[in-house]
């Protein structure tokens, strides 16, 4: 069977790749240290020793419009390319070609859907920076293939906080279930308060300090059911416009498990946010 060697949740910053390999006058005051973060956040994954990434993010009106909106997604490819047009001019990303894992993304869909979630799939999915940033910042070789989980964390009508937590549950067994014998690091992105276009998106930090603090908390601690008594689709219109991501970043405590505390806790604000690392070792920590 396959083991969850690692599960791993973090903020997606697009602007960390351009900060990172600026140099000279072009380099802001705060790369530095959080290039050290991210460094020492990737030796965490490093440590678990993985042979798959499966890769929860979510699309930003990229390729899932509102046409066609699936509320949980799975990629199902050899192959995903990415980045988006947009992305590679507003924050410098990379385009990348990343493998896929289409035996162990079959297992989620076929038994995802048996365990009542109605998963859609692509074939030809495009991936966007919820899953390449993570990428960058974790495992920049981008050598091991991913299975890439999109949510609908943008488009009304939202799946509630408590299905993302169950989903996060769910894809946790199936990955377990797998009969190979592989290690397999689950990874998912989110954000915490975040304000996009309005009044509180250019602040000293995140919009709303109070709500990232209590945030990571619930995060760190496994604090599921105490995140779940506060946060609705209605609560999380107050921390930002944008606060919705955060459900992505319940879908990993749900995958972590109620009650586990993280191994690895960090946090960093940035002007008008904050970056938040976490990962759990569920089989202990690696030697």
Known sequence: MATVAAVIASTHHPFYYRASTSTGADRPPFADEWVAKIEAFRETLTKARPDILVMVGSDHFHQLWLDNMPQFLVGKAPYFDANWYNEEREFGLPRMTLPGEERLAGHILRNGLDAGFDLAFSNELRIDHSITCPIITLRPDADLPIVPIYTNIFAPPLPRPQRFVELGRTIRQLVESWPD???????????????????????????????????????????????????????????????????????????????????????????????????????????
Request: proline residues 6%; charged residues 20%.
């Open 181 to 287: 014998d592989k290690r397999v690091a689950i990874i998912g992105t989110g954000h915490l308060s975040l304000e996009l276009g309005g009044p509180r998106q250019f602040g000293a930090h995140g919009p709303d300090p109070e709500f990232d603090r209590k945030a990571v908390e619930w995060i760190a601690s496994g604090d599921v059911e105490g995140c779940l008594a506060e946060v609705t689709l209605d609560s999380l219109h107050l921390p930002g416009n944008a606060t919705h991501g955060f459900m992505d970043f319940m879908l990993m405590m749900g995958v972590a498990g109620a009650g586990a505390k993280a191994d690895h806790v960090d946090s960093l604000d940035l002007f008008h946010t904050m970056e938040a690392y976490f990962t759990w070792y569920p089989n202990g920590v690696p030697e």
